[in-house]
């Protein structure tokens, strides 16, 4: 018997922050992201039909794993140099016309690297409790990664809304790093044994308010608060209900 599909919404992250200047209604700028089995499926060469050589994609192990995993690509070709060799004063700057803006919000984890926070944000939700695993491109090879790698994380997106943001753990302190038109950012994979329905919705005036008000948490509860005690504040006060109801009002799919 098929198992019911675990539905994920997603949308890009719009913003009512003054600061964050290419956040707003720039839903143009977001493609659909891609399904990584499907995609290999593609890719894979012309004797993929032939039942006498095996692939991993007929193993159950991988090609389950690759089934509820989705890429996504950047819309256009982005271009920064940097400078971090003073810490107090790091300097990025744009060299191609297109670009999302960007912030230094961490310090770098690795000795002589530098960490960028760009403007690429989405945010995903489930009706149902499910955390997926954002990390570097499975099974592509984006050339960004010559000069660093996205940062990995994880949260359960029925408890918690907030966007995932595109940052880069680049390998030097002083350089630059290109992303071109149509490569793979990042990869999030959903571990389930269900299958996964992706629904894409747009974030209205309430849901921008929702997940701004998850951002800010810190604000009020403190900067080192843990991801159980938010889970518990996010749903003793409704927030998922509320979440899911403006969702539904919201879908483009």
């Not at 530098?114 to 939700?125: E, G, N």
């Not at 994880?154 to 753990?169: C, L, N, Y």
């Not at 951002?215 to 938010?230: E, T």
Request: net charge positive; proline share 7%; glycine share 4%.
């Amino acid at each position: 018997m098929a198992k019911k599909p675990l539905v994920i919404y997603w949308s890009p992250y719009s913003s009512a922050r003054t600061s964050e200047p290419l956040v707003g209604e720039y839903n143009l700028l977001y493609p659909d992201p891609e399904n990584v089995y499907s995609s290999l499926v593609r890719r894979m060469p012309e004797s993929k039909n032939d039942r006498s050589i095996q692939t991993y994609m007929s193993c159950p192990a991988a090609s389950a794993r690759l089934k509820n995993m989705w890429v996504f690509k950047a819309p256009f070709t982005m271009e920064y140099g940097y400078d971090f060799s003073d810490p107090d004063n790091p300097q990025v700057w744009n060299i191609t016309e297109g670009y999302f803006s960007w912030r230094v919000n961490r310090k770098s984890v690795i000795e002589g690297g530098a960490i960028i926070s760009l403007s690429i944000k989405h945010m995903l939700f489930s009706e149902e409790s499910i955390t997926p695993l954002f990390g570097p491109p499975v099974m592509f090879k984006p050339k960004y990664m010559n000069y660093g790698t996205s940062i990995p994380g994880a949260f359960d997106i029925s408890k918690w809304f907030r966007p995932h943001v595109f940052e880069v753990q680049l390998w030097e302190k002083v350089g630059t790093f290109k992303i071109e038109e149509g490569e793979p950012l990042f990869t999030v994979e959903f571990i389930t044994d269900r299958p996964i329905q992706i629904k894409r919705f747009a974030m209205s005036k309430a849901l921008i308010e929702y997940a701004d008000s998850c951002v800010d948490s810190h604000k009020y509860f403190g900067r080192w608060l843990g991801l159980a005690k938010k889970y518990d504040i996010f749903t003793k006060s409704k927030m998922d209900k509320l979440v899911l109801k403006e969702i539904q009002n919201n879908l483009v799919d």
